[in-house]
């Protein structure tokens, strides 16, 4: 876009068509749009610091795939799904897609699932996958009735293999089964998820805040966590909080 081109209050270019083919790093058609990003990060309550003000994009999460997912991949799918139904649960009960998105494949498993599954994963001798090496949490303010989720990466020493698993929650209630009895190792990443993005991780045995104060108000993680803060002394120098710094716009 040239200097002199014409732009909207936005700063985008009303003139330029927002398809998918003018975005970048898109997914193509595929996927499931959740919002359309405006600047680098999508702040919309302050000045864009960035220098990317007119910077337009939208956000897809990928779609699920078809099988043949390739290599190991459908390995996997069929150990889990098998022993699943061994235990007497439909597999399309607790599976609610399977991604296979830039080489990684990844298992959203419906929530009430979530640690029948992983025990599974961990115990079964075709599947193996005995680390979890933590739990992370994102948050998609526009992704609506899920805007929470959980990602588990899970490692298989034996068979040399990562997968990852995610599920989701909405806003209003932010609750999902620990994992901790599986896994004790996700102890302290529960505890961290739970603090900067608010989930409830039900039966953790000490669900308490590991990095803000225990009467810190908020999820300072969250997309709609206010951008304000207090001024930073770097070096004698004082730096503005996040809020009160120049705009680029």
Known sequence: MSDDAPRDANGVNPEKELSAENLPGQRGEGGEEIRVQRGMFGANNGGDTSGYGGLVRSVRLPGPANRPYGGWFDEVADELEGALEEQGLLPENAIEKTVVDRGE??????????????????????????????????????????????????????????????????????????????????????????????????????????????????????????????????????????????SYS
């Open 105 to 246: 494949i990844t298992f959203h498993i419906e929530r009430e699932h979530l640690v029948r599954v992983a025990r599974t994963l961990r115990d079964d001798p075709a599947l193996r996958f005995e680390l979890c090496t933590g739990v992370s949490g994102v948050h998609y303010p526009g992704d609506k009735g899920r805007e929470l989720h959980a990602v588990y990466h899970l490692r298989s020493i034996t068979h040399n293999r990562v997968i990852r698993l995610e599920v989701s929650c909405p806003d209003s209630d932010p609750h999902i089964p620990s994992l901790v009895s599986v896994y004790p190792t996700n102890d302290w990443h529960e505890r961290e998820t739970y603090d900067f993005f608010g989930i409830v991780f039900d039966g953790h045995p000490a669900l308490t805040r590991i990095m803000m104060p225990d009467d810190w108000q908020g999820f300072p993680q969250r997309k709609d966590y206010p951008l304000g803060g207090i001024p930073v002394e770097y070096k004698g120098a004082q730096i503005p909080a996040p809020d009160q710094r120049r």
